[in-house]
């Protein structure tokens, strides 16, 4: 490995050792590190090790000498006898315990003289950042390394004490003994810069604040080429020659070394084979094995093809772009275009279109055919995420927040479902602060909830409805917006169908799904959302056109035959309806514009209205109704009499 091949914090630190009297470490702190070693006049990559590990080694490159203080077990250093000596004499004026063998044999000095022993500890550390000079043959300089530093106020149980705390380590950075080129310093390590008060930090020009990344595709690389004991033959995945190498190292992008080394052990224990190293990957990530996906049958798309025609009637044009996307997810082919396209969803749509017309019941379908329960949709209505904080109820609430022990719940969702087909409803709906959040999702197939807990999409089909385009604002003769009695910008409708009796031309369908099309990519542009746009793909928009004539005649149809077999099966009465069947297809035909939901309400309006009404008020001597036009065109009923044929019943 070259010097270049350094993650970037430890350039940044080495940098600034003795430079600046202060050092706020944050990000990723508990991970394991690449130690870039001195021997023989040589720089050579080591061992992966932990943070203290790699800040030793640089402050040793610097000529410096490192000390640690932890909140909880008190001062160490790494047996070195000068760094003992050096110690054992800081704190010569102070009663300390001493604990042995808690981490590699260390031995940790804790103070015991006041009430509170961080506090004492905080004057140790700026009595001897201010006093320190160096000795014959000793280091030029010293850092004490305060680890856990985001929880030394939980330390204190009065807040004097707290600020009292932070005030020493802020006047150490200040008053730091310097020698001819470098000082003495502290360097602090915490989750996030606001683990410690911002007034320490903010237009302090002592104070250097640098973050650890996650660990690049060069420093996974170097974890794999130096893993020992009975890791060791998974070191063949940092071979640039293995494919299955190469695609380990891309597929956990965004995990740290430690994680890494987790895969690696679960492969040892379940005897995966490095070859088949996705296996343990998928088993970290998802909690299983065997992978829906790959269990599927050979006949898997012509499922597909008839789940969807039974399920969704009309919509042709859709459905192939629908069973096209859904090939390629079912063959693991999606954004195979991208680098890392293994962590991608398996598919993405967004489905535009009127209401009713077939998008929520084509999301249900695929769920059906692919994993064979329509329950594998797990759908999110969009409307419930208006404010602008309802990114919380998503993600989870931040720490100190109401909610923040239960998560999020599109979060939890995909960890107890992992295989699942992702329904976000009416997305034009939701605040736009939301849609940033799907930027990841959508490209690195993953998120972090607010518990630090990632899961993962990669599994998954994503779809997005909205019946954007349909509608437009509505503007006074000055331009204004109108607004309804509750405040909301009125909205009014800008294609309808001219009439609803006559089947829809092609020059119609043409125009519906060129301004659906154009309608989705104004709003992510106009909401400053493009590259949102850039990662759905404008070839996955999916038109749903209005319902045609002869497909609402359909769907009144077989809704009319669902209601009489609920009512036969409830309520044991039999409707016979073929006196009203060519009144409630026409009124269907009517209702066409409004989708299916535009049928299911006609027939509620139409049919279940009246015979609720007949069944509250008449005595019901017979199990058989006979269903019949009135002269004021409303649906009437009466128990079937003697004489009665009516064998084309519903």
């Not at 036969?568 to 989708?595: C, H, P, Q, S, Y």
Request: with cysteine; proline share 3%; glycine share 6%.
């Amino acid at each position: 490995m070259k010097r270049e091949h350094i993650p970037k914090w430890e350039k940044e630190v080495q940098s600034f050792l003795g430079v600046k009297s202060c050092i706020i470490l944050e990000g990723n702190v508990y991970d394991e590190y690449p130690v870039f070693m001195n021997e023989e006049n040589k720089l050579r990559f080591a061992c992966i090790d932990d943070l203290d590990a790699a800040l030793c080694e640089l402050i040793k490159l610097e000529k410096g000498m490192a000390l640690f203080c932890d909140p909880i077990l008190g001062f160490y250093s790494y047996e070195s006898e000068t760094e003992t000596s050096i110690l054992k004499t800081i704190l010569a004026d102070y009663n300390t315990s001493k604990t042995e063998n808690l981490k590699q044999g260390l031995t940790y000095y804790r103070p015991t003289e006041n009430e509170s022993a961080v506090l004492s500890m905080s004057e140790i550390i700026r009595k001897s950042i201010v006093e320190y000079k160096a000795q014959d043959g000793g280091a030029e300089w010293i850092a004490f390394v305060i680890n856990f530093a985001s929880r030394l106020d939980a330390c204190n149980d009065r807040q004097s004490d707290a600020n009292e705390m932070f005030l020493n380590l802020m006047a150490a950075s200040t008053l730091s003994k310097s020698s001819d080129s470098l000082c003495n310093m502290i360097i602090m390590v915490v989750d996030k810069y606001n683990d410690v008060p911002a007034w320490l930090y903010i237009n302090n020009p002592n104070i250097r604040t640098i973050s650890i990344g996650m660990p690049e595709r060069s420093t996974r690389r170097l974890y794999l080429e130096n893993l020992y004991g009975v890791l060791m033959p998974y070191s063949k995945l940092s071979e640039e020659e293995a494919e299955y190498g190469v695609k380990f190292v891309a597929e956990t992008e965004g995990l740290r070394c430690r994680e890494i080394g987790q895969i690696l052990k679960l492969a040892y224990k379940m005897n995966i084979e490095p070859e088949q190293i996705h296996q343990a990957s998928q088993l970290y990530k998802y909690g299983v094995l065997d992978n829906p996906w790959d269990l599927l049958e050979d006949d898997i798309m012509q499922r597909i093809h008839d789940t969807l025609a039974r399920r969704v009637k009309g919509q042709e044009e859709a459905r192939r772009k629908v069973e096209m996307v859904a090939a390629r997810a079912v063959r693991g082919l999606s954004g195979l275009q991208h680098s890392n396209a293994s962590n991608k969803p398996r598919g993405i749509l967004f489905f535009a279109g009127p209401t009713g017309v077939g998008k929520t019941e084509t999301a249900k379908a695929i769920a059906e055919a692919i994993f064979g329960d329509e329950s594998a949709c797990i759908r999110f209505d969009m409307s419930e995420y208006r404010l602008e904080q309802s990114d919380q109820k998503l993600f989870g609430a931040p720490p100190g927040y109401v909610g923040y022990e239960g998560g999020g719940q599109l979060t939890n969702e995909i960890k107890k479902h992992p295989f699942s087909v992702l329904l976000f409803d009416e997305i034009e709906k939701a605040s736009p602060t939301i849609l940033d959040k799907f930027l990841q999702i959508l490209e690195d197939g993953r998120m972090t909830d607010n518990q630090g807990n990632t899961v993962y999409f990669g599994e998954t089909i994503i779809i997005f409805t909205s019946n954007i385009g349909l509608t437009k604002l509505e503007y006074d003769e000055y331009g204004r917006p109108q607004c309804d009695e509750t405040g909301n910008i009125r909205r009014v409708q800008s294609i309808m169908i001219e009439d609803p009796t006559s089947p829809d031309s092609e020059e119609f369908k043409s125009m519906v799904s060129q301004k659906l099309t154009q309608g989705v990519k104004d709003y992510f542009v106009g909401n400053g959302r493009p590259e949102l746009l850039n990662r759905l793909g404008e070839d996955n928009i999916v038109v749903f056109q209005f319902i045609d004539k002869n497909i609402a005649e359909e769907i009144c149809i077989s809704k009319l035959d669902d209601i009489c077999k609920t009512i036969r099966k409830r309520k044991g009465i039999t409707l016979f309806t073929d006196d009203v069947v060519d009144m409630l297809k026409t009124k269907a035909v009517l209702e066409r514009a409004n989708g299916g939901r535009g049928v299911g309400n006609m027939l509620e309006r139409e049919l279940l209205n009246p015979l609720a009404n007949y069944l509250c008020t008449c005595e019901i001597e017979d199990n058989s109704l006979r269903c019949y036009l009135g002269k004021n065109g409303q649906i009437h009923f009466r128990m079937m009499e003697n004489g009665d044929t009516y064998s084309n019943n519903s």
